[in-house]
């Protein structure tokens, strides 16, 4: 029965990676492609090869949170309570996508990990779990406010001649921080993943070890999230721009700067927020700053809907693959 194991695992953790890249990515190049006079080309790059230096500069600390701070996944039996918990998050975002529900994978890990840890008999650790909780309900609302106070300081920003070109400029870096924010938080939920899949290639199932990010695997890796995030870059990658709010090329800024604020002060804390939500507050909190009309509320209950839909039911379908395991 042990050599499906293998296979299993590096099946949901390439599909999991193109996901990511789908779900994520599209939504992070498709708000750089908002500014004009930027090549495609560059905003994948960017993106990239923050994803591929973002563990060996900034640390896997999120990523260790996955394995580590929600579930004693370190005895026997973690690495399929891991697995479930990650098919079953994989599931409940593909249902509700499906459906045309906002949703988080992000927040789909976190429930589908804790509710198969606790079906399994493993030691939740529901302290950690609240922490990171707290601190993903921060997040947005810090995206929120650092967006609307960012909106108000750049309509005061005087216009002359080289305007264009120091925006464009100041978009590059914003967006480039962007992608360091997401490499060092959002982003290291993939290489949760892809860890406890090379370590059950090597030794089999068993407990979870330490997370591990050699260069190999982590450049397969960026370019699986690059392919995932270009299948879905039409109908995803605009949403943030057209189906929320209309920015203007400050805004775009604003909103990168403040969504980078709020995920990059989450990762020091190594909780894993989703970094969608808060560049959806940040693009909220930039139009808000112009005046309550200028919102498409809509955003704001997606991100409500995603937090009262996707982690009771991806936790509660976590618990049920988690007490199969045990009774097998």
């Keep these: 029965m042990t050599e499906w194991w293998t296979p299993a695992f590096a099946t949901a953790a390439v599909l999991f990676v193109l996901i990511s890249g789908a779900n994520d990515g599209a939504t992070l190049i498709g708000l750089g492609l908002r500014f004009p006079h930027v090549p495609g080309w560059v905003i994948a790059a960017l993106l990239g090869a923050a994803l591929f230096a973002g563990p060996y500069v900034v640390g896997i600390a999120v990523a260790r949170t996955f394995t580590e701070r929600l579930v004693g996944l370190g005895t026997s039996g973690g690495s399929a309570a891991f697995l479930a918990g990650v098919v079953i998050a994989v599931t ?40 990171v909780l707290g601190v993903g309900v921060g997040a947005p609302l810090a995206g929120l406010l650092l967006g609307y106070l960012l909106g108000t300081v750049s309509r005061r920003v005087p216009s002359y001649r080289r305007m264009p070109r120091l925006v464009r400029a100041a978009h590059l870096l914003a967006y480039a921080a962007q992608c360091v924010a997401y490499a060092a938080n959002d982003g290291q939920k993939m290489i949760a993943v892809v860890s406890v899949a090379v370590a059950v290639a090597r030794s089999g199932p068993g407990g979870v070890g330490p997370v591990e990010v050699p260069p190999a695997w982590m450049a397969v890796l960026a370019m699986l999230f690059l392919a995932g995030a270009l299948t879905s870059l039409t109908r995803v990658g605009e949403r943030l721009g057209r189906g929320l709010v209309i920015t203007r090329p400050l805004h775009v800024v604003s909103a990168e700067t403040a969504a980078t604020g709020a995920v990059l002060g989450s990762s020091a804390l190594g909780s894993p927020v989703s970094m969608t939500q808060s560049i959806t507050a940040g693009v909220v909190g930039v139009a808000a700053s112009e005046g309550a009309r200028r919102v498409r509320w809509q955003g704001v209950v997606n991100v409500g809907t995603a937090w009262l839909v996707t982690l009771p039911s991806s936790m509660a379908l976590g618990g049920l693959a988690g007490l199969a395991l045990r009774l097998l």
């Design 92 to 131: 409940v975002v593909a249902v509700l996508t499906g459906r045309g529900l906002p949703t988080s994978l992000t927040l789909a890990v976190i429930g589908g990990i804790t509710g198969a840890g606790l079906g399994a008999g493993l030691p939740v650790s529901w302290s950690g779990l609240a922490a």
